[in-house]
T-cell receptor, first 117, second 118 residues
């Protein structure tokens, strides 16, 4: 069965510092990978996705993520964090949609990011 | 990106009443929508998969008679919490899958509904 692990429950960084949020997945083949962000009391916004091709993907708000097959990882990075980036971040995995099958997103438990001034 | 609208954003109801939550895909047709429940400081738990024109598929442990799902059109799915009780209080989030031109499916999420049952 697919699973997603986000080892860090809570991370605090200073504004302007770099950020890396970890995500590891368990899946037999290359899945579809996503990062979502959730602000308090809000739904989830898609930051970026990886389906195939270039393993370094760029997303919105200056975020990027790198797919590393050998490590089964898809870590999210940002070179300089802004106070508005404080939110909860979820990594998710989906399996490729073969034959029109309905697939489900599997979410990690989330990482809560706090940004210090 | 695609937009999913969820309504209402917040609802308070008395115990024993029913509450309906709507989820609409505004600029694309969604043959498949999903309903999630999120407890405080926890991840999303998939409750059910809603397929247009057919019965919803519920996850294990989710009471289908309590959480009624209707997906009557390609842009609208509804979740009705029947005979709500305080333990049903939670944050409910819907998503809609956008098939996309290349067949690569992405889920877009609504803003969520905060349900409080008194």
């Amino acid at each position: 069965a697919q699973s997603v692990t986000q080892p860090d429950i809570h991370i605090t960084v200073s504004e302007g510092a770099s950020l890396e949020l970890r995500c590891n997945y368990s899946y037999g083949a290359t899945p579809y990978l996503f990062w979502y962000v959730q602000s308090p009391g809000q739904g989830l916004q898609l930051l970026l996705k990886y389906f195939s091709g270039d393993t370094l993907v760029q997303g919105i708000k200056g975020f990027e993520a790198e797919f590393k097959r050998s490590q089964s990882s898809f870590n999210l990075r940002k070179p300089s964090v802004h106070w508005s980036d404080a939110a909860e971040y979820f990594c998710a995995v989906d399996s490729p949609n073969y034959g029109g099958a309905t697939n489900k997103l599997i979410f990690g438990t989330g990482t809560l990011l706090a940004v210090q001034p | 990106g695609a937009v999913v609208s969820q309504h209402p954003s917040w609802v308070i109801c008395k115990s024993g009443t029913s509450v309906k939550i709507e989820c609409r895909s505004l600029d694309f047709q969604a043959t498949t929508m999903f309903w999630y429940r999120q407890f405080p400081k926890q991840s999303l738990m998939l409750m059910a998969t809603s397929n247009e024109g057919s019965k919803a598929t519920y996850e294990q442990g989710v009471e289908k008679d309590k959480f009624l799902i209707n997906h009557a059109s390609l842009t609208l799915s509804t979740l009705t919490v029947t005979s709500a009780h305080p333990e049903d209080s939670s944050f409910y989030i819907c998503s809609a899958r956008d098939p996309g031109g290349t067949g690569q499916n992405i889920q877009y999420f609504g803003a969520g509904t905060r349900l409080s049952v008194l």
